[in-house]
């Protein structure tokens, strides 16, 4: 009898409504919380396997940490902190700066990390960072990155043509070097990519000067996991909690407050079947969820490279453009589907309330309004 009443809200509500005052319980509501739960846990579990999110050492949760901390650095220069850094969600509020005196060289290196694997295009297959010099305002002649395995004698040896890297003095340079490439150079056959544990960076110049480097944001990124892999069952968990209590925070603030505007337009109410009758409405909540997971399983794997998550401004337009171009039927979907549930959850309390208090449609339609948006409003600030 409840999924029965529970599909006739659909498609007439005008009956069932009829039906429910006659006798009203709380299974059918109860039965459609228990939907939303299920449609919202299968909502989740189709989204985040189709989102695939570029994996990154340092993770996110820790930001940028090796160019936060100068005390994991050793060098041939003076090594401090800096506050001249890059913004981006990615990136904490400092770099790491490296000083020396009537020098044609400066030299850095970074101990101690991983064991980052860079052996295979399914493991960690670029190294990004920025570098800026202050001084001296002429171009650097050569770049050499090297990744260290297990030892200082086994490392591989990266020499890029600066020409290629095209390189600017007094702004922030952004370097992203492939790995696991031929142009990497092996020390000796130990040296193994499966186990990089250092990196050092010398920039040299053709003649001594005062060289003042600063260098942020370092990273390994390459490997795409899905959002599913990444947040495992505990985010689904979670979103099942969010769910149910989603629907009772507005099942009860709706009604209550549907009840307090009925009762001020000098409408009269009995407080369960008016209960029972919005915990029905929110139907609206499940279809919504239903339409939105069958828009998502049309979608093909969704990828959110590594430049686009870092949030720096005025980067990952491309990937952001790539992203839009995939995913725009989807939002319109969405957008669509709030709007439509908005105006079909404000008809349904509507003609719940007509039905009990018998005032007329002008002031049915606007304690739905009212009492709806209101609810949402608060459920949003109790729930976040």
């Not at 186990?195 to 040299?204: A, D, N, P, S, V």
Request: hydrophobic letters at 50%; charged letters at 10%.
């Amino acid at each position: 009898m409840p999924l029965k009443q529970i599909l006739k809200t659909l498609y007439a509500p005008h009956k069932v409504f009829k039906e429910i005052i006659q006798n009203p319980k709380y299974l059918g509501p109860l039965l459609i919380l228990v939907m939303l739960v299920v449609a919202n846990v299968a909502f989740i579990y189709v989204a985040a396997s189709k989102t695939y999110v570029e994996h990154s050492v340092p993770t996110g949760e820790k930001l940028d940490e090796w160019t936060e901390n100068s005390t994991l650095w050793v060098a041939n220069t003076a090594i401090s902190e800096s506050s001249d850094c890059i913004n981006g969600s990615f990136y904490g509020n400092r770099s790491i700066a490296f000083s020396v005196a009537d020098a044609t060289q400066v030299w850095t290196e970074l101990d101690n990390i991983g064991p980052v694997n860079c052996s295979s295009p399914d493991e960690y297959t670029q190294l990004s960072f920025r570098a800026k010099w202050i001084s001296p305002e002429t171009k650097p002649t050569n770049m050499t990155i090297r990744l260290f395995s297990n030892a200082s004698s086994n490392y591989f040896s990266y020499n890029p043509t600066m020409d290629s890297l095209n390189l600017t003095q007094g702004v922030w340079n952004n370097l992203t070097i492939p790995l696991g490439t031929e142009a990497w150079t092996p020390s000796n056959l130990s040296s193994d990519q499966g186990k990089i544990t250092g990196l050092r960076l010398e920039l040299t110049w053709s003649a001594n000067s005062n060289i003042t480097l600063l260098v942020d944001g370092l990273f390994f990124h390459g490997p795409f996991n899905s959002f599913f892999e990444n947040a495992g069952n505990l985010y689904m968990i979670n979103y099942a909690l969010l769910a149910f209590m989603q629907f009772v925070v507005t099942w009860v603030l709706l009604s209550g407050l549907a009840y307090v505007l009925t009762k001020a337009f000098g409408g009269k109410l009995v407080w369960k079947p008016l209960l029972v009758l919005i915990g029905f409405a929110l139907i609206t909540m499940f279809v919504q969820v239903v339409v939105n997971t069958v828009a998502y399983v049309s979608l093909p794997n969704i990828r959110y490279p590594f430049d686009l998550l870092v949030g720096v401004q005025g980067e990952g337009k491309a990937a952001a453009d790539a992203v839009n171009a995939q995913t725009w039927m989807v939002a319109y979907v969405q957008r669509f589907m709030q709007i439509a549930v908005w105006i079909w959850t404000i008809a349904l309390t509507a003609l719940a309330v007509r039905f009990l208090a018998a005032i007329s449609w002008f002031k049915c339609a606007a304690v739905g309004a009212m009492a709806y948006f209101v609810a949402i409003l608060a459920e949003s600030f109790i729930i976040g």
